[in-house]
């Protein structure tokens, strides 16, 4: 037996036709910088702990390199491998970029926050590299398999980091609660999955959405739709399936709740967009109206939450979930406009990553003078940290939506969408929107007004002194934020725009 499973083996030739290297470069790349990280951190242990993060962040530019060099040659895309279950276009290397950006700025964030806290860091990298080479396969997966694959390539590593504190009941709580709603969720959406391939007799997307395109609602096939959908929610922390994220984020070490909140977050939006549009353009009328009330209920729901929170972080969370329900709006309308509602979807997720990580940037900085997490805790800051209270009110007004900085064009997107055919569902989500948009900012300008206008208690004047590694993930958000809401514009938007021919 083993000697008939050997001879098939070496029939199979090591160089394979179908595998494009160049387009899997970063991938392998990354995959490789873990391995150098965790060979290095396995020999010369302590030694060169320090050094961890740099050889982590190193990993991350070096599989970039690839990502830009495939883009330049944007005349070979997109790039098929495995009979078209993994491709590769503008779309997957503008998520590839995002996802390699997200996952530096997130090891800046970490740094020094590892190495003052006396965890185990060299592993904790680790894990960030792995989580986000899962990202990277989701960017192309065509195929239900490889997304599963790549959801849990994810995920895993997600439920061990937010327990990171092992001697904090909190952080012990939400890697638990985590994990298990995690698991649950995956169970569903494989369900799902699994209905979808004995409909279609394949796992690949488009032949799902080529069996699915009679436009027939048979209970079973909507069956499989809701249920895939169902875990898809859970993974973007949509309402009713959001009620891991305030604990998970307030319990785990901050910066990865900055990791949960954006870059898998991002993943689980990647994932859907590529079911929904591939898989599902013949089931419009059970997809759109479930994600309608999915994007109404999260931005509902989210934001009046979010406005009775004390903690900046569990107001993060539930602004998380807000901001879900916009980034979920555009597909409740795909079936008419599907280029248009993938790329707007994909500039709020772009836009989204720089604000967010730097409000977090900004958390983590202000929490090593106050030691709090509580929103009273800003009060005054403009007095002792004038440039962190101005950045931190730029993240502030882009997440409200307030022009000009870069959240203002990701919400304008979702409203151009919703709004383009005069469709009467898609304006009504648009009112929804627009209303719950008003709403977020209040909770938003409490925290600016507590910066500006109250006054700082007991008059603590002394600065807050910000290591060069936050310093570094500032200036890139900001930058960003601020260049996405005036000089680039529509920019973001053309960059994401992409064929749904496979």
Do not use: C
């Not at 690839?66 to 078209?84: A, H, K, Q, S, Y």
């Not at 997600?158 to 709580?173: F, I, P």
């Amino acid at each position: 037996m083993l000697a008939a499973i050997l001879a098939q083996v070496e029939q199979v030739p090591f160089n394979r036709p179908d595998i494009d290297w160049h387009a899997a470069a970063p991938e392998l790349l990354l995959l490789a910088g873990g391995a150098i990280v965790t060979i290095v951190d396995l020999i010369w242990l302590e030694r060169v702990r320090k050094l961890i993060p740099t050889l982590t962040s190193l990993t991350f530019l070096i599989a970039l390199i690839p990502v830009i060099t495939l883009w330049n040659d944007g005349g070979e895309l997109p790039r098929t491998m495995f009979d078209g279950a993994y491709v590769v276009d503008e779309y997957s290397l503008v998520l590839k970029g995002l996802f390699l950006l997200s996952g530096y700025v997130i090891v800046l964030l970490s740094t020094n926050y590892m190495l003052e806290g006396d965890y185990y860091d060299s592993e904790y990298y680790q894990l960030i590299s792995a989580s986000i080479v899962g990202m990277l396969v989701m960017t192309s997966a065509r195929d239900l398999v490889s997304i599963f694959v790549a959801i849990e390539l994810v995920s895993i590593p997600a439920y061990l980091m937010a327990a990171w504190r092992k001697r904090d009941l909190r952080s012990n709580e939400a890697g638990l609660k985590y994990m298990l709603m995690g698991v649950f969720a995956s169970g569903i959406m494989l369900y799902g999955m699994s209905i979808l391939y004995g409909v279609s007799g394949s796992t690949k997307l488009v032949d799902i959405g080529a069996a699915l395109t009679t436009g027939e609602s048979v209970p079973l096939i909507t069956l499989a739709v809701v249920f895939t959908i169902i875990g898809f929610g859970f993974k973007v922390s949509a309402v009713p399936f959001h009620t891991w994220a305030p604990d998970t984020y307030e319990g785990a070490p901050t910066p990865l709740t900055a990791f949960l909140a954006v870059a898998s977050k991002a993943a689980g939006f990647v994932a859907l967009i590529s079911v929904v549009l591939f898989a599902f353009p013949g089931q419009a009328a059970v997809v759109e109206p479930l994600l309608w009330v999915l994007s109404a209920a999260s931005m509902t729901v989210g934001n009046l939450i979010a406005m009775r929170q004390s903690n900046i972080v569990r107001m993060l969370a539930y602004s998380g979930v807000a901001q879900a329900g916009y980034m979920l709006a555009p597909l409740a309308v795909f079936s008419s406009r599907p280029d248009q509602a993938a790329s707007a979807i994909v500039t709020y997720l772009v836009i989204y990553a720089a604000m967010n990580l730097g409000a977090f940037a900004v958390v983590i900085a202000v929490a090593r003078k106050t030691r709090s997490g509580e929103i009273s805790s800003y009060a005054g800051m403009f007095s002792y940290a004038p440039g962190l209270t101005v950045v931190m009110t730029a993240f502030l007004f882009s997440l409200a939506g307030i022009p000009p900085v870069g959240g203002w064009w990701a919400k304008f997107e979702v409203f151009r969408v919703l709004t383009a055919d005069g469709n009467t569902w898609g304006v009504a989500l648009a009112v929804v929107a627009a209303v719950n948009s008003v709403l977020a900012a209040y909770y938003y300008l409490v925290i600016a007004k507590q910066m500006w206008f109250v006054s700082a208690p007991n008059d603590d004047k002394a600065p807050i002194v910000i290591p060069s590694s936050l310093q570094a993930a500032l200036a890139l958000t900001v930058v960003f934020t601020i260049l996405a809401g005036t000089v680039l514009l529509g920019q973001i938007a053309n960059l994401t725009d992409f064929s749904l021919v496979n």
